[in-house]
């Protein structure tokens, strides 16, 4: 069975902190990919990146960046200088072989940026 | 290109009664999902939709089904109500390129039980 674990429940800083959203996961099939999806108040999951289990490559998007290391079945996302529109739920999520499209989710991180 | 849409965005309902829910994907889009989020059990899968078909199934009671038309639309409909089917539920579309393609969300329909 696939699990998505993210330790923090909820994470408070101040504006302009860099802050790093932990995920670790389980599952055995060989391919699977990660992704993380942002849930603001809104409600609607926006997708921010996917990551296939062969592509160990760190990735850089603007302020947020991806560190994804299979040693340790981490799949982690850093913000850097953190703003009050970052402010969301974020999911960490996984599909592999086993599930096809079907998408696990992790239990999401509550991330409040106060001015 | 517009994004997912779901309609009804929200709908009260009473202990017993059923709902439809109706997802409309991204252009071109043939795969249509549908997940229930709640507090309790968090983002959970319900079932996808390729083609007219129904592709994969997560573990539901019987009173959860859905269908997906010609032009990728889908409707999820839930009968016999209860209060435990209070949720928000997401509908999502990928691209018909690979399984693993990245899934694009719709807003949610909010749903409560009374």
């Known amino acids: 069975a696939q699990k998505v674990t993210q330790a923090q429940t909820e994470i408070s800083v101040v504006e302009k902190e860099d802050v790093t959203l932990d995920c670790v996961y389980e599952?055995?099939?060989?391919?699977?990919?990660l992704f993380w999806y942002k849930q603001p108040p809104s409600g609607e999951l926006v997708f921010l990146i996917r990551?296939?289990?062969?592509?160990?490559q760190n990735e850089i998007s603007g302020r947020y960046s991806w560190n994804f290391q299979k040693s340790t079945s981490s799949f982690n996302f850093t913000i850097t200088a953190s703003q009050v529109v970052d402010s969301a739920v974020y999911f960490c999520?996984?599909?592999?072989?086993?599930?096809?499209?079907?998408?696990?989710f992790g239990e999401g991180t509550q991330l409040t940026v106060n001015p | 290109k517009a994004g997912v849409t779901q309609t009804p965005r929200y709908l009260i309902k009473t202990r017993g009664q059923q709902v439809t829910l109706s997802c409309s994907p991204i252009?071109?889009?043939?795969?249509v999902s549908w997940y229930q989020q709640t507090p309790g059990q968090g983002l959970q899968f319900l079932f996808e939709?390729?083609?007219?078909?129904?592709?994969n199934k997560g573990n539901f009671p019987g009173r959860f089904s859905g269908r997906q038309f010609s032009n990728s639309r889908s409707e999820m409909n839930v009968s016999t109500l209860e209060l435990g089917d209070s949720a928000l539920y997401l509908c999502?579309?990928?691209?018909?390129?690979?399984?693993?393609?990245?899934?694009?969300f719709g807003p949610g329909t909010r749903l409560t039980v009374l």
């Open positions: 999520a996984l599909s592999g072989e086993t599930s096809g499209s079907r998408l696990t």
């Open positions: 999502a579309s990928r691209s018909a390129g690979g399984a693993y393609n990245e899934q694009f």
């Open positions: 990551r296939n289990s062969f592509d160990e």
């Open positions: 252009s071109g889009h043939r795969s």
């Open positions: 599952t055995r099939d060989t391919t699977y990919y």
């Open positions: 939709y390729f083609s007219e078909t129904q592709r």
